[in-house]
């Protein structure tokens, strides 16, 4: 089945950095998708890209998508305290529906 | 702002026993998910469900795992006789109809032990 890997596992940055982390997948997609987890809560969805972009921003977000080389990488400018959290990246196949396969996820710390 | 909620949030139960977690998913939704998260694990795909009925299932979905859309709000998942390895974090999902956004609403989840 197909998965996405993120890498690092776990980024420790101070506030005001910014932090990076990637997502590589197996097989080929429709969009894949960033979600937030704060500790012991539900996922937050962030921002989404097809297949057929190459880059999306959303506020203090930038995804890029490399389908060559099957990874995506998300990076968030100037980090706040608050960002601390868990990151998925989660791959969907198919344009018409939302089941979604999600990596092990990057554990961000912001310190203050 | 809409979003889907999960009750209970924490339940504990017995080997063996029956366990009905609900969910209410965002009103106008149309598509609905339960994922599972197994402590330090990956979000797993469990069962998708729309237009009143399964429209696809993980492996995991086994016989002892059921959907339900009893009346026009909840989503339920049961699992009729619980085994350790259930224990996990439970999350119920919705959709719209415009899958162009792709964006799925997640609930806070439902943590399962199971003892």
């Known amino acids: 089945s197909q998965q996405g890997e993120e890498d690092p596992q776990a980024l420790s940055i101070q506030e005001g950095e910014n932090a990076t982390m990637n997502c590589s997948y197996k097989?080929?997609?429709?969009?894949l998708q960033w979600y937030r987890q704060n500790s012991g809560r539900g996922l937050v969805h962030l921002i989404l890209?097809?297949?057929?972009?190459r880059e999306k921003h959303s506020g203090r977000l930038r995804v890029t998508l490399d389908t060559s080389k099957k990874s995506s990488s998300l990076l968030i400018t100037a980090s706040r305290a608050a960002d601390t959290a868990s990151y998925f990246c989660?791959?969907?196949?198919?344009?018409?529906?939302?089941?979604?396969?999600f990596g092990a996820g990057t554990t961000v710390t912001v310190r203050a | 702002e809409p979003e889907v909620t999960q009750t209970p949030s924490h339940q504990v139960t017995q080997m063996g026993q029956e366990v009905i977690l609900r969910c209410v998913p965002i009103?106008?939704?149309?598509?609905f998910y339960w994922y599972r998260q197994i402590l330090g694990q990956k979000v797993e795909f469990l069962v998708s469900?729309?237009?009143?009925?399964?429209?696809?299932k993980s492996e995991i979905f086994d016989d002892q795992f059921s959907v339900e859309r009893p009346d026009g709000s909840n989503f339920t998942l049961k699992i009729r006789s619980t085994k350790l390895e259930d224990s996990a974090m439970y999350f119920c999902a919705s959709g719209d109809r415009d899958m162009n956004t792709g964006e799925l609403f997640f609930g806070e989840g439902s943590r399962l032990t199971v003892l």
């Open positions: 469900f729309y237009n009143n009925e399964i429209s696809e």
């Open positions: 097989t080929s997609i429709n969009n």
């Open positions: 989660a791959t969907s196949r198919r344009s018409n529906d939302y089941k979604l396969s």
């Open positions: 890209i097809r297949s057929n972009e």
């Open positions: 009103s106008n939704h149309l598509y």
